[in-house]
């Protein structure tokens, strides 16, 4: 009986080494992070400019664009996938398509910025296009993407970590980066656009927006000049005054100044909420601010 058992021991020591050795742990191919933005500068080909009476027309009255997250997959994902890219290409099949998105948690307006994960699998469950105005500052989405080939391919080149395999997966990131300009023109695309049907756009108060406009100039003045205790006063400031000026309902009537006007604040459109919490995350990610220890 003990020699028998040995025996079956001795077999399979035998066999085993160049099945374990045949085994590798499968890396995925990282891409580096790709930053999108809430707000671009734009503009709408002057074919919508200012109205001067007799003087004719005037200005350009289009100074910012919505930012959106576009994820083009291609037919079978193939933008995503490097056996594509190959010539010729390697034969693929998609096993399965994850994107997760995961919100942090700001600690101004924590009540409209929590932190959030929302996760979708399936390629038909791919939410592809995302409207980036309100979304909070530090946003990540991650598309994972696991396929099979017909045969080996190395995924990483002669000198990566894998070896050839027929099973790969590929990661793809997009963070949701926040810079005083992108700011500047959330501000400018905030009055463009109207609150509801109020009539009136989402900064309200035109002086208001001016008067914000220039407190970040003062931002971007101190931080060129590499002060940053006055970038901390100027953006403190700056956040004080959106505080100030939160609206949560809808202005009485449409009066381009006084005090029922100012930045709206209301769950469809945060978009008070929103400046703070990109002053806040522009103030660490710049140095100005200092978390405490």
């Not at 959030?116 to 530090?138: H, S, V």
Request: charged share 15%; net charge negative.
């Amino acid at each position: 009986m003990n020699k028998a058992l040995l025996t079956i021991v001795a077999v399979l020591a035998t066999i085993s080494p160049p099945a374990f050795g045949a085994r590798t742990a499968v890396v995925p191919t990282t891409h580096p992070t790709k930053q999108v933005y809430e707000a671009y500068r734009g503009g709408s080909g002057s074919a919508n400019r200012s109205y001067l009476g007799y003087a004719g027309s005037g200005w350009e009255v289009i100074n910012a664009v919505p930012g959106v997250l576009s994820i083009e997959p291609g037919p079978a994902w193939a933008n995503y996938v490097g056996a594509a890219q190959l010539s010729p290409a390697v034969n693929y099949s998609i096993k399965n398509v994850v994107l997760e998105k995961r919100t942090p948690t700001a600690i101004q307006c924590a009540d409209v910025y929590s932190e959030q994960l929302i996760q979708q699998q399936g390629t038909r469950n791919i939410r592809l296009w995302w409207p980036l105005m309100y979304e909070a500052a530090g946003t990540t989405w991650t598309l994972t993407i696991l396929y099979g080939t017909t045969e080996p391919y190395d995924d990483d080149g002669p000198t990566g970590p894998n070896r050839a395999g027929y099973v790969h997966t590929e990661i793809w990131q997009w963070q949701l980066d926040v810079t005083l300009d992108s700011m500047k023109s959330l501000m400018a695309l905030f009055h463009e656009l109207p609150l509801g049907k109020s009539q009136v756009p989402l900064i309200s108060d035109d002086a208001f927006y001016e008067m914000l406009q220039l407190k970040l100039d003062e931002v971007t003045a101190a931080v060129m000049a590499f002060d940053s205790v006055e970038a901390g006063l100027a953006l403190g400031e700056f956040e004080m005054l959106l505080m100030d000026r939160c609206l949560s309902t809808l202005p009485a009537r449409p009066n381009p100044a006084g005090a029922s006007t100012g930045v709206a604040n209301t769950m469809e459109n945060p978009a008070c909420c929103k400046l703070l919490t990109d002053a806040e995350y522009l103030g660490f990610k710049l140095g100005i601010y200092q978390p405490r220890k």
